[in-house]
């Protein structure tokens, strides 16, 4: 149970963001997203945009990045940056959602409310489902895969098995 509501946004409409972003960086034709070097283009690009390597015990456990909404910062640990600096695709998925926070949350301004009701939230108004598509789709790009199998995105992609999986089942 999400402990936040955000506004309703389909996988469609997140798809959409997700290229409007790989666009803006020139990389709508490209499988492989260099998303560590993005890190550093967003904060020369973007206002109020920032990020830091920590280390690991900085965060809880269990907790391998995360974004303060309010001044847009994403906190990544150490481990879980060099890793996907050496293409782990689990690690770069880490960083692409923290990127799909800030860009859902911050940038463009999804409405967010607390869920003191402790109600089951929709996943279309789940904050982390909606980081969790934004990010399937910043790195596995329905335009570039749609005719790929699971092994094939792995390595197009540099994505986990199970998040290639993942992208391939929910298409719609």
């Known amino acids: 149970m999400s402990e936040y509501i955000v506004e309703a946004k389909s996988r469609k409409d997140l798809r959409h963001l997700a290229n409007i972003l790989r666009k803006n960086l020139g990389l709508e034709n490209e499988l ?3 998303i560590v070097e993005i890190l550093d283009v967003l904060v020369e690009v973007l206002d109020g945009f920032s990020y830091e390597i ?16 309010r001044p847009g910062h994403i906190t990544i640990k150490e481990s879980v940056y060099e890793r996907a600096c050496n293409g782990e695709g689990r690690d770069r998925m880490t960083i692409a959602h923290e990127i799909g926070h800030f860009f859902t949350l911050c940038f463009c301004g999804f409405k967010l409310q607390r869920n003191f009701s402790k109600r089951k939230v929709k996943h279309f108004n789940d ?27 792995v390595e197009a992609c540099g994505v986990s098995f199970d998040a290639a999986d993942y992208q391939l089942n929910h298409r719609n």
Request: overall charge negative; aromatic content about 10%.
């Open 54 to 69: 920590v280390p690991d015990n900085e965060l809880p456990p269990g907790t391998h990045a995360e974004t303060d909404i």
């Open 32 to 34: 492989w997203v260099p």
């Open 127 to 153: 904050p982390e489902w909606q980081a969790k598509c934004f990010a399937g789709e910043f790195l596995v790009p329905y335009h570039l895969t749609k005719n790929m199998d699971t092994m094939e995105i």
